[in-house]
């Protein structure tokens, strides 16, 4: 667990500065710099471009992360995993676009309403390409366990990217048009660095593959995983993407976009609380993968149970401190956006089912039981969409946020029975009932504490005191080694 602590307080110091970057440009720049139907075109084109992005890959990032393990050769280039990750990428990506464009009359008819973004199709394709090869190097650097600089060009670099094309508009200096050209130019800038970045740590890709290694490989059970994990590759990466694109799809008239702009703010706060799942995520999914290849159980159950625990902690301090702030935080933007408050509260309570069920999907998905992950997976999008379908007309964004939420909590409860099911793990312990009382205690302090007149005080006060009472209450219980631990090393330190 040391290199995994090690890796997860990097990645997660980069996500938190992403966050920082994040909120300056979507919370603050894009709602000031932007009309709101401009901010909705650069989600929707985002999030199309996301789950095209996701899906001509055809799941071979879940094939690496969960086989690479048998290639992995440092002395021979790893058998040239890498070109022919790439290779076959490549062969993917073309044939793929080749399909999207010949139909785009027909892809575009489920926009009729984003005149934006039929304007602006066309970039889909650079942005989509530079998202699938992005991940393709992200997860084989993940296989290398190097994932600090990926993580930093994914969290940090693309966000002050985006800041400097939006600026550039904002001044003047460039017309909207060449605004969405720098914008698909910063994927495809952090693409190269990946490239050189993946080059200058491994030597791989100047090895040739090593095809006879490949044909000593158990081709079924290969063929068998690529073609259950390829469709569900899709629902894993993109569910949070269906929701925008169904609202950009099925809201009538021209305030569509608009609308997106306003539930993207939402998702985007609300989303904030994962923050310290996805950075121990990119850690953990390789070397649970590692775990298996080598029979490993007792780390799978100690890292399944350790995350969860310390997820849940974490993630019950950040969705109380995101909920009971929303006056404040929404009051930096234009008064559209305070529509918003009611998504932030129903993401932010399902990215907390999220965490406080821990890295279960890496268990299934890099186990045996990956056909009941994938079934589930088929599942969980075929949900989405139907949810999606009947909630966006009924209830606007909340209804995609119901609908998202939804499908996640349950994705979740299956989950985590497929485990018990076939590994008798289950990490919850009594620690639960602490995390609740202190979620409770800090919420009702902060509910009745007055309201500061100026936002960034109030903000200030009130994460005090919410962080206090639920320390106080988390230390209290005896019920987190990790935190017991810290704070008798910091006893000692502070007593010699």
Known sequence: MGEIKRQGIINTIISYTGIVIGFIYT????????????????????????IFGT??????GSFTIKF???????????NGYLK??????????????????????????????????????????????AIGFISMINVYCLGLFKSSFPAFLNEVYIRIANIAAISLYFLQVISF??????????????????????????????????????????KPEMLNYILLIAPASLASMALRQIDVSMLGSNLNGHEALADVAVY????????????????????????????FHRNDMRMIEDVYTKSTRVLMMFG??????????????????????????AVIVIIGVSCFVNMATGLNSSIIYYSDRYKHGSILLIGLIVSSVVLNYIFIPLYGIEGAAIATGSALLLFNIFKSAIIYNRFKIQPFGTYIFAVLFAIFLSGLAAFYLPKAGNSLFDIAIRSSLI??????????SKKFPEVDGFIKKWVMKNAQ
């Open 27 to 50: 919370i603050v720049l894009l709602p000031t710099f932007l009309s709101p139907e401009e901010v909705g075109l650069t989600r929707v084109l985002y999030a199309v471009s996301l």
């Open 55 to 60: 899906l001509f890959p055809f799941g071979l």
């Open 68 to 78: 690479f393990p048998r290639f992995k050769n440092p002395i021979n280039g790893h």
């Open 84 to 129: 022919l990750l790439l290779l076959s990428s490549t062969i993917l990506y073309l044939l793929s676009s080749s399909l999207a464009y010949l139909f785009k009359n027909q892809i575009l008819a489920f926009y009729d309403n984003s005149h934006l973004l039929q304007e602006f199709f066309v970039f889909v394709f650079p942005v989509s390409l």
């Open 177 to 218: 048009n060449t605004f969405i050209v720098i914008y698909s130019l910063g994927f495809l800038s952090q693409l190269l660095l990946m490239l050189i970045y993946v080059v200058k740590i491994d030597k791989g890709l100047f090895y040739p593959i090593n095809w006879e290694h490949f044909k000593n490989q158990n």
């Open 264 to 291: 993207t703010i939402g998702f985007t706060i609300g989303s904030i609380i994962e923050t310290p799942f996805n950075a121990l995520a990119k850690i953990t999914d390789s070397k649970i993968s590692d775990a």
């Open 316 to 341: 019950g301090l950040l969705l109380v401190g995101i909920c009971f702030n929303i006056d404040s935080l929404l009051g930096f933007l234009p008064p559209k956006y305070a529509e918003s408050s």
């Open 467 to 476: 962080t206090v009472i639920y320390a106080i209450v988390i230390i209290a």
